[in-house]
């Protein structure tokens, strides 16, 4: 049987290995020839990205995919879905998950990936059936980690569920990179024995192993692989594209894609790479420390600059150890967003506090609330009561528990909005979004640089006056009016 390949550049591997700071102008001139390819899907969507695109790279991410669809017609684009918490770090009601879906779709994204954090299948549900009745493709993702409460029984019987729900595909997602290769072998193969779901095997080359697991999954029956081009592959990244479809060349598992092509999309990201340069993880070579305390590569970093925010650099063993722990008392949660951060930030306080769960984010209240859905396993009650006192935990699926906001979502922010897709952009990230598009509506105002000096100017100067500034909105024409004429006068300054 013929592997087929996701290529991975466009949305993990930057999203691993640069912060999430690529920019569609910098994958728009390679998409005409990663087209050529024939991969079974790129993933250039979801996850992290959405959020980078509005926050700091002030893109439209909704722009990114009908820029891109147009330079790629022939290759199915994929994204990642959190469930029920979108590209988000919380749940949203099902309205915003429908229209989501919906609005993706249209645009161009045709595999969801959906997960949960916690493997429940309830915080899935919304997403499969709205994906569903798009017609997109439904690739259901099993997150994966190791745990005393985690087998191949409960990733089959949770995989069973997925299929009963709809999934066209079956996902490993195992993004700490934690797969060994006779694991991902066994579990594959059990997979493949007890549902009728091609697989398709997501793996990050943190500890070295990926590239011997993926050939395992592959020999127990994986259809379908995700690597990444070599240029931006390993370290927290994922295997190399060119070095599996070469493993597996001649067999009867042969890619039939050709290497010469891919050497020169390589080439393309390894100039681009170098733009980015002030982004780059630290964690580009084999880090063992995942073996040990199951940490995923996106979530060291993040520990580390919250430590050294801090100023607390010193305690970084002391955190690391306290995360396993953290991750077992409340029931054994895989790591992935948004866990990851809840349980990271949780240990951290944790050890900076010098006493465990004396102080408690509302995240960590919400999860033991029940509010993210059901864990693994059972939170220990001592350690409930902790958190919690005698609140008594939720049951039902925590998104029953919310209103429909769309409509509402939709008033808050008519005066910006100009598609449902800008409604979904507020949905998600209220304060970040009006931030961009107050800066889109100054952007196509035709400001020129000498023009935002002169604002710039006249800003400093009417702060020094005590004047209140009134940027944003109808004020907004006012304050370039009053700009320009300043700069006339000699005002404008350079910045
Ligand atoms: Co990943």
Redo the contacts with the bound molecule.
Sequence with gaps: MKVKITD?ALR?AH??LLATRMRTEDMLPIAPLMDEIGYWSVEMWG?ATFDTCLRFLKEDPWERITLLKKSMPNTPFQM?LRGQNIVGYRHYSDDIVEKFVEKAFARGIEVFRIFDALNDPRNMQTAMRSVKKCGGVVEAAISYTISPVHNIQSYVKTARRLQEMGADTLCI?D?AGLISPLNAYELVKQLREETALPIHF?S?TTSGMALASSFKAVEAGCEIV?TAISSMSMGTS?SPTETVVAMLKGTEYDTGLDLRKLAEISEYFKEIRKKYKAFESEMTAIDTDVLIYQIPGGMMSNLAAQLKEAKKEDKRQEVFEEIPRVKADLGHIPLVTPTSQIVGTQATLNVITGERYKMVTNETKNLVRGLYGKTPAEIRPEIRRKIIGDEVPITVRPADLLEPEFQKLSKEVAEYARSEEDVLSYALFPQVAIEYFKERNMNEKGLNLKDLAAIAALYMRSTEKKIEPKAGGKDADLWVGAARRDAMNGGGWII
């Design positions: 991975l993990d999203q691993s996850g990642l997602k993004m997501h990050h995700d994922h």
